[in-house]
């Protein structure tokens, strides 16, 4: 079982519609869980990071995090083309791990006219 | 604040030569990591630096690779006799603080010949 989970999709929605991309994880002691959006042939741009259960909201985006269940989500509201990338989800765990991140193969999002 | 730089951007180079790769962290982060990215998959962690120690490696990192960060500035990466599985994208990431969130630099495109 790999550490961090993505289905790698392509997932594909209208434009206006709203994206689900899901992730899950193995680390029950996964402290905080970031998501970052890539375009092709750049690098990882920071989009969100939620550190307690539930849902957190930025704009036309929400991060939701269930421990219990060691899923975490990002909903995109009103997807627009601009919005088509790979979503990667990252996860950072307790204890003496340095902070470093473990990610997702990442999902790829298709946001169609 | 001008975020993460990494040079260069990038690199082809034949089986067995060396190459180095420069990361410049934001100014005020004393900590910064370095990552590998294949096509299709998720970065993944190749070591950490707090300040000019390096407290982490990863087992990716074999012995011909080599990574620096004198007076806790910017970073060099290394690969000796490199290998055409050396080809991927190396990232170079830095943050404030280990719970904070990481911001990636655009990346150097390694390809071996």
């Known amino acids: 079982q790999k550490e961090v989970e993505q289905n790698s999709g392509p997932l594909s929605v209208p434009e206006g519609a709203i994206a689900s991309l899901n992730c899950t994880y193995s680390d029950r002691g996964s402290q905080s869980f970031f998501w970052y959006r890539q375009y092709s042939g750049k690098s990882p741009e920071l989009i969100m990071f939620?550190?307690?259960?539930g849902d957190k909201e930025d704009g036309r985006f929400t991060a939701q995090l269930n421990k219990a269940s060691q899923y975490v989500s990002l909903l995109i509201r009103d997807s627009q083309p601009s919005d088509s990338a790979t979503y990667l989800c990252?996860?950072?765990?307790?204890?003496?791990?340095?902070?470093?991140?473990?990610f997702g193969q990442g999902t790829i999002l298709t946001v169609h006219p | 604040d001008t975020g993460v730089s990494q040079d260069p951007r990038h690199k082809i180079t034949k089986r067995g030569q060396n190459v180095t790769f420069r990361c410049d962290p934001i100014?005020?982060?004393?900590?910064l990591y370095w990552y590998r990215q294949t096509l299709g998959q998720g970065p993944e962690f190749l070591t950490y630096f707090q300040n000019e120690a390096q407290l982490e490696k990863s087992r990716l990192l074999s012995d011909r690779f080599s990574a620096e960060r004198p007076k806790g500035s910017f970073s060099t990466l290394e690969i000796q006799r490199t290998e055409q599985g050396d080809s991927a994208m190396y990232l170079c990431?830095?943050?404030?603080?280990?719970?904070?969130?990481?911001?990636f630099g655009p990346g150097t495109r390694l390809t071996v010949t």
């Open positions: 939620i550190y307690s259960n």
């Open positions: 100014s005020e982060h004393n900590r």
């Open positions: 990431a830095s943050t404030l603080d280990i719970w904070n969130e990481q911001y």
């Open positions: 990252a996860v950072k765990a307790g204890g003496t791990s340095y902070g470093k991140l473990t």
